[in-house]
């Protein structure tokens, strides 16, 4: 199962459309399309947002491929010299 077939499934199980979702994100509808037939991929806050909003279960979250991985945050370096955004593994 891929996180597209989730998305897509559990849209049409709750009768909600793109512009929907699209509202309750803040994102336009072309995101949202794009979401369900797997072109591209939610940042990981539209991603947590989005399984809160379809009701996806963590057994959901878990069947979907494991090749998903949400785009990563843009590593931003702060004045303290404290890096934001990158993953815990990437940090020194």
């Not at 491929?65 to 955004?85: I, K, T």
């Amino acid at each position: 199962m891929t996180y597209s077939n989730v998305i897509a499934d559990r849209m049409a199980r709750k009768g909600y459309s793109a512009a929907k979702v699209a509202a309750a994100l803040n994102v336009s509808p072309s995101a949202v399309y794009s979401w369900k037939a797997g072109t591209k991929k939610p940042s990981r806050d539209n991603w947590v947002r989005l399984v809160r909003i379809l009701g996806v279960t963590r057994a959901e979250q878990r069947a979907i491929d494991e090749s998903y991985s949400p785009p990563s945050r843009p590593l931003v370096v702060l004045s303290s010299g404290e890096r934001v955004g990158d993953s815990p593994k990437e940090q020194t």
